[in-house]
């Protein structure tokens, strides 16, 4: 019922930062959490980080746990990943997705998910 459309990927640095945005459209966008997930080249889907509906509390994979930060702007229905320090090994494509209440738990697999958006990190 949420379409997720993402961007802000694209070429950076070793070391330097990258912010990734998720557009979200349909009836509901604010009485969701949401997520970010990562996937690499004959790597299974990673979990990035996810964001209640007030964004009031956040978990972080612990790859990227000091490095990445999610919030989200609900009246702009937009979710953000700032990601900094980045790494080669954070290469992948990102993919935005809404669990199917306000709240997630973890192993919860979302419900809804965008297209992706690539990240490439040179070295």
């Known amino acids: 019922q949420v379409q997720l459309v993402e961007s802000g990927g694209g070429l950076v640095q070793a070391g330097g930062s990258l912010r990734l945005s998720c557009a979200a459209s349909?009836?509901?966008?604010?009485?969701?959490?949401m997520c970010w997930f990562r996937q690499a080249p004959g790597n299974e889907r990673e979990f990035v980080a996810a964001?209640?509906?007030?964004?009031?509390?956040?978990r972080y994979g612990d790859s990227v746990k000091g490095r990445f930060t999610i919030s989200r702007d609900n009246v702009k229905n937009t979710v953000y990943l700032q990601m900094n320090s980045l790494k080669p090994e954070d290469m992948a494509v990102y993919y935005c997705?809404?669990?199917?209440?306000?709240?997630?738990?973890?192993?919860?697999?979302?419900?809804?998910w965008g297209q992706g958006t690539q990240v490439t990190v040179s070295s």
């Open positions: 997705a809404a669990y199917s209440g306000k709240d997630y738990y973890i192993g919860q697999i979302p419900g809804n």
């Open positions: 349909g009836r509901t966008f604010s009485g969701y959490a």
């Open positions: 964001i209640t509906w007030s964004g009031a509390s956040t």
